[in-house]
Nanobody, 123 residues
Framework: QVQLVESGGGLVQAGNSLRLSCTVSIYRFNAYGMGWFRQAAGKEREFVAGISRSGGDTYYADSVKGRFTISRDNNKNTVYLQMNSLKLEDTAVYYC????????????????WGQGTRVTVSS
């Protein structure tokens, strides 16, 4: 059974940092591309960042480029999202997702999803 469990969300002041983690129970974690998505209240889910199977290739939404960093540890079956210089508009539920190695920012290309962790940025 595939399971993705996010952690690390919470309340943080604007300008500060937060690191999200996603631990994945899946056979051959290093065979999967990973992504982070987010969904703010009343909005559609949007892509945040993605990372290749090996971790050698990363890509980001323009809104977070330069502030967020995605990484993975294949020995720990974990993917991370380091979020710096947080803004009010980063407030959302953050989801990690796995796909079959496709480099994609589209949610429909991801096969497995976590339950999400809430990030609230306050002024």
């Amino acid at each position: 059974q595939v399971q993705l469990v996010e952690s690390g969300g919470g309340l943080v002041q604007a300008g500060n940092s937060l690191r999200l983690s996603c631990t994945v129970s899946i056979y051959r974690f290093n065979a999967y591309g990973m992504g982070w998505f987010r969904q703010a209240a009343g909005k559609e889910r949007e892509f945040v960042a993605g990372i290749s199977r090996s971790g050698g290739d990363t890509y980001y939404a323009d809104s977070v480029k330069g502030r967020f960093t995605i990484s993975r540890d294949n020995n720990k079956n974990t993917v991370y999202l380091q979020m710096n210089s947080l803004k009010l508009e980063d407030t959302a539920v953050y989801y990690c997702a796995a796909n079959n190695g496709v480099k994609s920012s589209l949610a429909r290309h991801y096969n497995y999803w976590g339950q999400g962790t809430r990030v609230t940025v306050s002024s």
